[in-house]
């Protein structure tokens, strides 16, 4: 059985950090790409960030770029989301998932998230 889990998520005020933890069991996580998504309350689900099977390419939506920033220990079989400035407006339940590529469609398993509420 495939698995990702994350964790890390919680309540922060505005301008605070967390970091998010994606951890893979199950399969091999060295052989994917490792995306982050989150979905907030009544919007649709949205990619923040990408890291490449080496870890030698990544991306990130506008919207949080600058803030963020997405890595991998392919050792741990584990992807991170270091997320530092928080807003209110990033207040969304997070999920990863281990794709072919960042650059191409395709999913080989999904997480079942972690909520992040930023408020004060």
């Known amino acids: 059985q495939s698995q990702l889990v994350e964790s890390g998520g919680g309540l922060v005020q505005p301008g605070g950090s967390l970091r998010l933890s994606c951890a893979a069991s199950g399969f091999s996580l060295e052989n994917f790409a490792i995306g982050w998504f989150r979905q907030a309350p009544g919007k649709e689900r949205e990619g923040v960030s990408c890291?490449?099977?080496?870890?030698?390419?990544?991306n990130y939506a506008d919207s949080v770029k600058g803030r963020f920033t997405i890595s991998r220990d392919n050792a741990k079989k584990t992807g991170y989301l270091q997320m530092n400035s928080l807003k209110p407006e990033d207040t969304a339940v997070y999920y990863c998932a281990a794709l072919y590529y960042c650059s191409a469609p395709g999913y080989a398993s999904w997480g079942q998230g972690t909520q992040v509420t930023v408020s004060s």
């Open positions: 890291i490449s099977k080496s870890g030698g390419s990544t």
